[in-house]
Structures are given as C-alpha cells and as structure tokens.
C-alpha cells in the first residue's frame, strides 16, 4: 500500500513538457493567389517536433503533394535547425531551443472544370476557400493543445469560419488541433444573410455577385434538411 503510493505520488510530481505556444499565419499576396504562405511560430515546444498533414478518409485532395519551400527562422541556433519529410504526410523539425517559425508554402490548384466539390480549396481575385486540412500542418505530439491564427488577406476580404475570433479582426482562436482541421475557412467578397428557422438563429455565408439567388437557395436547403 505505501509503495503504490510513493509510486502515485513520484508520477504526480514527475517533470511533463509543457504544451507549446502555437501560432500560425496564412497569408496571401494578391499577385500570386494560386500560393498560400505560412507560418508556425512555436514557442516551449521540444527540440526535435514532428509536424503532419491530416489525412480525410473521404475527403482527401492528397494536397501533401503541393507543400514544399521549408524555411525555419528565429530559433536558438538556426544553422543546426531543419525539416526532413519522414513520410508522404509527416515532416520532422529540429528546433533548437524549442522556439522558433517554421515557414513553408501550399500551391493551390486550380479546381477541375464543372462543378467543383466542396471540399477543394481554390483562389481567386474575389475571394478563396481554405479547407484546413490541406494548408494547416498540426502538432500530432500535441492535440490538445490550443493554436492561434492569423489572417493576413487581401484588403476588403471578408472571413467565415467556425474558429472564434482571437480579439484582432484578423485573428481566430482554436481549442485544439481537431478543432483547426475541421474548421473550413472562406475567405473574400462575401455576402452573409441571418435568418430563424424553426426558431433557431441561422447564417450562410456565400460568394458571387448574385446575393439573392444564394440566400433564396440557402433558405430552401435549410428548411428541408435541417432539423
């Protein structure tokens, strides 16, 4: 009996690493739409991190194909720093000092011609579609821990997503790593329209010049399927 307590109490009181600070930027240059830029700045994170790309299994564009530019910046000793892709979807970071930004970029492809399927990301002088898995590399040695995200977007870019706002306009907050991949982000001149159904609050978000047609659409698709 006191040894299972010893035991109890030398695990209690045994050393964990802290959850890391995590920060990401998504950026876009309205010259070069067809490339996102990002950025992770971590901060008390471990040496050595892995990074991964959440793989849908229905819904997977398979957009590990189109990561690539790896910068890592800011940290204790840059020169030692560096990402090796272990596999298709896993890079692992040598972070010295356990702080620094990893920098990488994520070329959109131009969807295929006739109806594009809602889960592919696009761009376009109006506006684009972030779907999270494909652009936000997460932490699978740190799922709970929560991140932050800055929009850094053309000017008159409007923002619709689930993640809540992070305090700056700009900003969204996500709990955990679950919570950021499966939070979609549309992003452009959007037009919102609020409504009741059923008494419940509702609010679509959509693109394109025609207003009235979306809202009118939405208004029929939400009073038959949603319950």
Do not use: K
Not at 62 to 82: K, L
Not at 153 to 159: C, F, H, L, T, Y
Not at 175 to 180: E, I
């Amino acid at each position: 009996m006191l040894t299972s307590l010893l035991l109890a109490i030398i695990v209690a009181l045994a050393p964990t690493w802290p959850r890391p600070t995590i920060a990401y930027t998504l950026r876009f240059d309205a010259g070069h739409l067809d490339v996102a830029e990002l950025a992770i700045e971590l901060r008390h994170a471990p040496t050595s991190v892995s990074l991964a790309m959440r793989v849908h299994a229905e819904y997977d564009a398979r957009y590990w194909r189109y990561v690539d530019g790896f910068q890592i910046e800011h940290t204790a000793n840059d020169g030692a720093a560096s990402v090796v892709r272990e596999d298709s979807t896993l890079w692992r970071v040598t972070l010295p000092g356990g702080h620094g930004v990893v920098r990488y970029r994520v070329h959109i492809q131009a969807p295929p011609s006739g109806v594009r399927r809602a889960w592919l990301p696009y761009a376009r002088p109006d506006g684009a579609f972030i779907n999270s898995p494909d652009f936000f590399l997460y932490l699978p040695d740190f799922p709970n821990a929560p991140a932050t995200v800055h929009l850094d977007v053309p000017p008159g870019w409007r923002v619709a997503t689930a993640l809540p706002s992070g305090g700056a306009s700009a900003e969204r907050a996500a709990f955990d790593a679950a919570t950021l991949v499966d939070s979609p982000i549309l992003l452009g001149a959007l037009h919102d329209w609020s409504f009741a159904e059923r008494g419940r609050p509702r609010i679509t978000w959509c693109t394109g010049r025609s207003r009235t047609r979306h809202a009118s659409t939405a208004r029929r698709w939400s009073t038959r399927y949603i319950a």
